[in-house]
């Protein structure tokens, strides 16, 4: 049976085509893993290696004991949450609307990826100038139609700061669930939906009875993309606030940036890196459990 | 006889590949922040038709990303570069790290006592000098001269007190929004400008040792910044998420009239390219509140330095030495508002002449205040600076944040 599949050489050959990949994973995905959780066991200075030794768990129990350690996890929890919550249901409505029939809708569709398709920091860099105190559009616009009385600082205040950076980022990337839900959708045949009618189905009725609990695969899949790339953000806090105002945007990725590369401690770096991979991880098994479940009900 | 006219040509030619290998180019890499790069590319001609065999590979950075890019190049390789910038406040960092090369044996005592004392003291660390400094450096007080008029007054504030006056005098005439803006965003500049109105407060970042800007001037300082944005409206409010560099702008465009900045902005208010003020700027002394005091101001002076682990130190000290020889001190004050390393040139006809705020910027200098001088001073810096904007932000007084501070900063160790 072997024979038959895999051909002349068998398990051999497949060995060898294998063993490039495994390679470049092993190098550029394992060990680094294992060597930053090796040396979240450290006290690791950069540059004054003379003070590195081992520490055992102590950078994991300041970290966790630590208030700045908390607040940065709130801040990336929080931002999660609202930024792909905000994609998720416009991302779900542009579906929506994308999967009727109207003039000029394949032009609609190729619209709607361009603000995913920018890169990260292109488009933190165009937002930082949209809200900015003094020249940015945002100011000029909402002046102009009258709906405020004069020039915000939208950055200056944590909070608000963060719930900004939120909005660029939804602007970013909803898109994306755009797109994989719209594909999901295009699947579904058009008799469901026409059954339903004719049973005197309502518009939220049928999406919350019909086209939601259809569509569950793609919204978990791309839930679970997205909650992962959304919680390890960087980029955008990077090119906009820079963490600040006092601390009030920075997000654990940006915490552990800070303490990499400007207090110089790797070793507590380390540490937050690898309790956001443990955070990931057990999310992720969470989301894929149910998601499994659902499709052996399908 | 074949044999040896084949020795002869070998030999001739080892001879040949020798002569050529000893003048063979050498590389030396450069970092440097932006302030001053467009000035230091300017002179790599020169510099390597006076060096044919010196070739150099200049880059350079945002002042706010040239710690960390340093640290991590450096880290990774302790040659990736042959000089770098340093700031006065990195000194006994780098220093502790192992990064530098002193330089005494480069400077001989008779050429360094002819640099100002307190740059020499600044880049002196454990009693070797590390960096040679390349300008000296304060955040002066630039104001506009005409909006100034416009306002009805005729000179620019002497206290902080007076500033405000003046600011609220501007705003009602409708001459300006604000009186000025600042760059009091988490970074490095805060603490400048924080170090600035403390000492122009009477106040002390430390005492004995122990933190002592969360009391007297100090405090005073803090409620002051607090108080100018949100009580008196005469800062924009802005300045919480704006950088030094960032206010440049709000300068140039005629915005704003009052605006603290250091000496690299000239070149910048004096560019018909990047300013629409050439011409009306002019420099105060900053505003002080310390009877007896006329001004105080924070330091800001940097240098280069050659890295420990360089392949092409002679080569390296070549290029910092043409940057310092008084022939290029002058050419970067000129035309690029610098101020020099060499106390002689402070009487420079050439010097003076061409920058005709210049008398105010050296008079600055006797009132400008270094930030402390501490081995862990990029921790105490980040604490500070969150402390300050918490207070800025609101979320804490200026009292409790700067407790919450000083608590902190006398808790680090090393």
């Known amino acids: 049976m072997e024979r038959r599949i895999l051909g002349y050489g068998g398990m051999r050959h497949l060995a060898v085509f294998l063993l490039p990949a495994t390679l470049v994973l092993g190098i550029v995905l394992v060990y680094p893993v294992l060597y930053d959780t090796f040396i979240s066991f450290f006290h690791y200075s950069l540059l004054m290696k003379y003070l590195n030794r081992w520490v055992g768990l102590d950078n994991y129990i300041q970290m966790l004991t630590s208030r700045s350690f908390w607040y940065a996890a709130w801040i990336s929890g929080y931002f999660t949450v609202v930024s792909?919550?905000?994609?998720?249901?416009?991302?779900?409505?542009?579906?929506?609307?994308?999967?009727r029939k109207f003039h000029g809708r394949a032009f609609v569709r190729s619209l709607v990826i361009l603000p995913w398709a920018l890169p990260t920091v292109v488009n933190g860099v165009m937002w930082r100038w949209i809200y900015d105190g003094n020249f940015g559009i945002l100011n000029g616009v909402l002046y102009r139609l009258g709906l405020i009385s004069h020039y915000h600082s939208w950055l200056a205040s944590p909070f608000t700061a963060l719930n900004m950076i939120i909005l660029a980022d939804i602007w970013k990337n909803w898109g994306f669930f755009t797109i994989v839900l719209l594909g999901a959708l295009q699947t579904i045949p058009d008799s469901y939906f026409e059954a339903a009618k004719i049973d005197g189905s309502g518009f939220w009725y049928t999406l919350w009875h019909?086209?939601?609990?259809?569509?569950?695969?793609?919204?978990?899949?791309?839930l679970v993309m997205r909650i992962t790339q959304a919680f390890q953000v960087f980029d955008i806090v990077y090119m906009i606030t820079q963490g600040g105002p006092a601390n009030g945007t920075q997000t654990l990725s940006y915490y552990i940036f800070y303490n990499?590369?400007?207090?110089?401690?790797?070793?507590?770096?380390?540490?937050?890196?690898v309790l956001m991979t443990g955070v990931t991880l057990v999310f992720a098994l969470i989301l894929i459990k149910i998601m499994y479940s659902e499709v052996e009900y399908m | 006889m074949r044999r040896l006219v084949g020795i002869l040509v070998v030999l001739s030619l080892l001879v040949v590949m020798g002569t050529s290998l000893a003048a063979a180019k050498v590389t030396i890499r450069v970092i440097s922040s932006d302030d001053f790069a467009p000035f230091r590319k300017s002179v790599i001609p020169a510099f390597e038709k006076l060096y044919p065999n010196i070739k150099v590979d200049f880059s350079s950075v945002g002042y706010d990303n040239l710690l960390q890019k340093e640290l991590t190049a450096l880290s990774a390789d302790r040659s990736a570069y042959d000089v770098i910038d340093v700031d006065c406040i990195w000194v006994s960092e780098y220093v502790d790290m192992g990064i530098l090369e002193p330089l005494d044996g480069y400077v001989p005592p008779s050429e360094r006592s002819k640099i100002i004392k307190s740059l020499r003291d600044t880049f002196t660390y454990k009693g070797h000098l590390y960096v040679m400094p390349m300008f000296h450096d304060a955040?002066?007080?630039?104001?506009?001269?005409?909006?100034?008029?416009?306002?009805?007054?005729?000179?620019?504030?002497?206290?902080?007190?007076?500033?405000?006056?003046?600011?609220?005098?501007?705003?009602?005439?409708?001459?300006?929004?604000?009186?000025?803006?600042?760059?009091?965003?988490?970074?490095?500049?805060?603490?400048?400008?924080?170090?600035?109105?403390?000492h122009g407060f009477g106040g002390k970042f430390f005492e004995s040792g122990k933190p002592a800007f969360n009391k007297g001037g100090g405090l005073k300082a803090l409620q002051w910044m607090v108080d100018s944005i949100y009580k008196w409206k005469v800062v924009d409010p802005n300045s919480i998420t704006a950088t030094d560099r960032d206010i440049l702008h709000s300068l140039a465009s005629g915005r704003v009239p009052f605006g603290f900045e250091w000496s690299f902005a000239w070149g910048v208010f004096e560019d018909p390219k990047q300013s629409k003020v050439k011409g009306k700027i002019r420099v105060g002394l900053v505003p002080s509140n310390v009877k007896g005091l006329p001004s105080a101001t924070t330091t800001g002076p940097m240098g280069l330095s050659i890295t420990s682990g360089s392949k092409h130190k002679a080569a390296a000290w070549k290029f910092i030495n043409f940057l310092a020889s008084k022939k290029n001190q002058i050419k970067q004050s000129v035309e690029y508002g610098a101020m020099p390393i060499w106390k002689s040139l402070y009487k420079s006809p050439a010097v003076l002449k061409h920058h005709p705020e210049f008398g105010v910027m050296v008079e600055q200098l006797k009132y400008a205040f270094n930030r402390p001088q501490v081995p862990y001073y990029t921790e105490f810096s980040h604490i500070l600076q969150v402390a300050l904007q918490k207070a800025l932000t609101k979320k804490m007084t200026p009292k409790a944040a700067l407790d919450e501070a000083a608590k902190k900063i006398a808790g680090l160790k090393r």
């Open chain 1, 84 to 99: 792909v919550g905000g994609e998720l249901v416009i991302g779900l409505f542009t579906a929506l609307m994308l999967n």
């Open chain 1, 210 to 222: 019909i086209t939601i609990p259809l569509l569950k695969p793609a919204i978990l899949v791309s």
């Open chain 1, 260 to 273: 990499a590369f400007q207090r110089l401690q790797f070793g507590s770096a380390a540490t937050i890196s």
């Open chain 2, 139 to 198: 955040l002066f007080f630039y104001y506009n001269v005409d909006m100034l008029k416009k306002a009805g007054l005729s000179r620019p504030p002497k206290t902080w007190d007076e500033f405000v006056k003046y600011s609220k005098i501007i705003q009602q005439k409708k001459v300006a929004p604000y009186g000025s803006i600042w760059g009091w965003s988490q970074n490095e500049g805060l603490i400048c400008y924080y170090g600035a109105l403390l």
